[in-house]
Each structure stands twice: as structure tokens, then as C-alpha cells.
């Protein structure tokens, strides 16, 4: 049996868009070896898979993610028409609430924290109370591609601007320890290809539902225009580089008990097609280094 069997764990989930999909297969290597996660702080994608883990529906979103194929990426991003950023969010939003429920923070089983950036005076924001998605909305609101989020006044957007490894959300918890998910890691010397799997995603039974589902949340033709996401590639490369910055500050000011390192060019932000892929390294990943130092 694990010598860790029963630990206790805060769990923080970083922010860096597709790449956040190896947060589940962390989530799973855990859940295996007997770790107990009982908080959970995430920015962007981190609160994104941290809300829905503490929600329980870790499981549904999984077999959603890896079913998703790249045309429904597309059309999940409903195209806003002024210049606050590209997409309103609300699709995706509304396909995760159908697919979790719609439930508050102070419902879930562990307790959860979303960051977020306050963008008119320049703060972070930590969300623990209140609509799950709401939460999440605001942390993922990724400067130029997401509108920012509008709550109690305030115009809220991507934690990692200001805090891509919140860490400090956890200072009070009661856990054995603390597990870091960085996604600013060291770049690999060469970017993986991409792997093909042996059955597109397009041809299951799953994705046809999805795109089903998807095609009826379209309302008008003009939101389903279709655009070049690579024309933000260079926008978020540089996003990238401020959060790698952040974070190595951050990690060295509040050092967890461990942290996972994620190469920050494993994949670009909106590769989410690739899930299986980031799943599997993210449990790879911690296989590799949990038992090594803890």
C-alpha cells in the first residue's frame, strides 16, 4: 500500500489553456494512490477543471473533452461584436452548466476557490462563494480572446494575469500537503507532434451528440462566422511569457510541498482537440514525480 494512503491534500491548479487538461490525469493519479484532495484553488483552466472535479462531474467532462473535435471548438466560441475580446463566453458556459449542473460554491464537497483579476483597480479577486460558473467564467476570461465578466460591478478577467499559480488561497487549509500544478514549465527542447489516434473523435457516437448539442445552441448565423484562431497565437505566446514570469515568482515567494511542472509549449492555449493526449502526460507526469519527493 502507498506510505501516503489517507493524505490529505490542497490541490492548486494553474492557469495556461489547453495544457490545463493534464490537470485531470494529475486529479486521477491521486485519486489512485489514495491522496485525499480536500481544497482546491485554480486560475483559468485550473478553475475551470477544479470547479468541476469539487462538483463531482469530473468523470462526465472528461468523456466530453475527449470527444470534442476541432469544428466544435470553433463553434463553441460565440463571436462578440465589440472590442472588449473576440468571444462573449456564453456558449460555453452554457454547454458546462448542462453538462455539471447548475450549483453554488458553497455546495461542493471541497472547498473550492476561483482567482480572478479585478481589471479596473488592478487586484486579485478570489471567488469562493456564490454560482460555480460565474466563478469560472471570470477566471477564464483570457484577455483578448474572452469579454471580460461583469459581477457586482466590477469587470473581471484571467487570474494568471495577476497570479497563474494561486497558491495563497490555501494558506489556511488543514492538509498534509500542498501540490502545485504549474503549466509555465521549462519548454521541451522540441514541441511533441500531435498524435493521431486510432479513432477520430469526429466518428464517435459521443461527438455526434456534441455537435448536435452544440449546433442548437447557435442562435444566428453571423455566430457561426468562421475566423482564424492563429492570428492570437502571438498574443497568448506572449501572455505565456508574463505568466511563466509570474509564476516562477510566485512559486519561489510561497513554495508548495511539491510542484508539478507542465512545459509551457507542450500545446498552444486552444488545442483542446488534444485532450487525450495532455490527460495521459499529466498522469504520466505525476507518476514520475510525486513518489520521487514525497
Request: aromatic residues 6%; contains cysteine; glycine residues 8%.
Amino acid at each position: 500500500m502507498n506510505n501516503q494512503q489517507g493524505k490529505t491534500v490542497s490541490l492548486v491548479l494553474g492557469s495556461g489553456g489547453a495544457r490545463g487538461l493534464a490537470h485531470i490525469g494529475i486529479i486521477h493519479w491521486l485519486e489512485e494512490h489514495g491522496y485525499q484532495i480536500r481544497s482546491i484553488s485554480g486560475c483559468s483552466i485550473g478553475a475551470l477543471i477544479g470547479g468541476i472535479y469539487a462538483a463531482g462531474k469530473l468523470d462526465e467532462y472528461e468523456a466530453w473533452v475527449r470527444a470534442i473535435g476541432r469544428l466544435d471548438i470553433i463553434n463553441l466560441l460565440d463571436l462578440s461584436w465589440n472590442n472588449s475580446g473576440l468571444i462573449k463566453g456564453d456558449k460555453i458556459i452554457e454547454t458546462l452548466t448542462e453538462l455539471v449542473g447548475d450549483i453554488n460554491i458553497e455546495q461542493l464537497p471541497i472547498h473550492f476557490t476561483a482567482v480572478a483579476a479585478n481589471l479596473d483597480n488592478n487586484k486579485e479577486v478570489w471567488l469562493d462563494r456564490g454560482p460555480l460558473f460565474d466563478a469560472i467564467r471570470a477566471s477564464i476570461s483570457l484577455p483578448l480572446l474572452f469579454t471580460p465578466f461583469e459581477m457586482n460591478g466590477d469587470r473581471l478577467i484571467d487570474g494568471g494575469v495577476l497570479n497563474p499559480v494561486p497558491i495563497a488561497p490555501t494558506f489556511s487549509d488543514q492538509t498534509d500537503l500542498t501540490i502545485a500544478v504549474n503549466l509555465s514549465g521549462e519548454p521541451m527542447i522540441e514541441t511533441p507532434k500531435e498524435k493521431k489516434p486510432d479513432v477520430s473523435p469526429e466518428s464517435l457516437p459521443l461527438h455526434q451528440r456534441i455537435s448536435s448539442y452544440i449546433n442548437d445552441l447557435t442562435d444566428s448565423v453571423s455566430n457561426r462566422r468562421s475566423f482564424d484562431l492563429d492570428a492570437y497565437d502571438i498574443a497568448h505566446q506572449a501572455f505565456d511569457a508574463m505568466q511563466t514570469t509570474i509564476a516562477r515568482q510566485k512559486l519561489a515567494a510561497y513554495p508548495p510541498d511539491l510542484t508539478i511542472d507542465i512545459s509551457r509549449n507542450i500545446c498552444s492555449t486552444l488545442e483542446f482537440h488534444r485532450a487525450a493526449e495532455m490527460i495521459e502526460l499529466g498522469y504520466n507526469t505525476a507518476d514520475r514525480v510525486i513518489p520521487q519527493h514525497i
